[in-house]
């Protein structure tokens, strides 16, 4: 599973899950995130938040297409994990796909980060605080 | 005006999405379409076949999606059409996002040059969509995109 990799110019869709501290889990996407596989990850988001995870980052950097299925599957995590959307973070360095979270206006509803260890710097400080935590400059993705 | 015409059919199936999108790459790529543009075309025919998939046959499960790419000097038209259901709707009303989908509509609209759903002439359901070759250069896309 964890090599299906590239065949012939496209990578064959899979989730890798690590968990840097306790009560963080980090779930990163690979592949195309549509209809066919946007189940498992939400199967996966409400298996993390079940496990007990207070901090939920998804870093979609390795997906290389993602449509309205994929959207819906991280609304459904962020909508279990409730208690503020700051805890359920989004890693998108992608142009292409971060464009779908601004015509969907999704941009206003994920926290987006562009990098993995933005969005866990952000999700820490949201823990220890216990309140949402906004992005600041330097931090984070611009939105506008 | 030159036309080439691609036409393809497969289950209606989550599996095949993949299928269509790389029919689309294909045509954009040989049209010389840059990134954006292909980006914008796989997501428009996704959308479009994933509502084939989860509205239109919904009894047996099983169905046929036709798709028909037909590039233009100046646009690429796809054409999506099911045999199935239908969206029992009157022809030439716009459906709203609820019975088709949620965000998927509004998503084709949004990276499309021409969006138009219809009814084929057994009953199932015609998405035609159109995407103008507007000549950007890869990467050169508007700013904020």
Redesign the interface.
Known sequence: MRDGGTVTGWTEFRLEEDRPRPGTIVISVHGDLDLHSADELGDRLVEAVTDGASTVVVDLTGVEFLDSQGLGALLRGTRRLGGGAERFRLVVPDPQIRRLFEITALDRVFPLDETREQALAAGRRAASSGQPVSDRPGEGMTRT | MSAEAVHLQFPAR??Y??LA??AVTGVARRMGLG??EV?DL??AV??AC?NA??HAYPVTGEGQIDLELVARDDRLELVVEDHGAGIRLPLGVPPSPSEL????I??IR??VDDLAIGQGSDGGTVVHMTKLATGIPEGGEQA??
């Open positions: 989550a599996e999405l993949l999108r790389l990134g954006k980006a796989k997501l996704t959308e994933s998939v989860r989908g949620g965000m998927g509004p998503l949004a990276v904020g995109v």
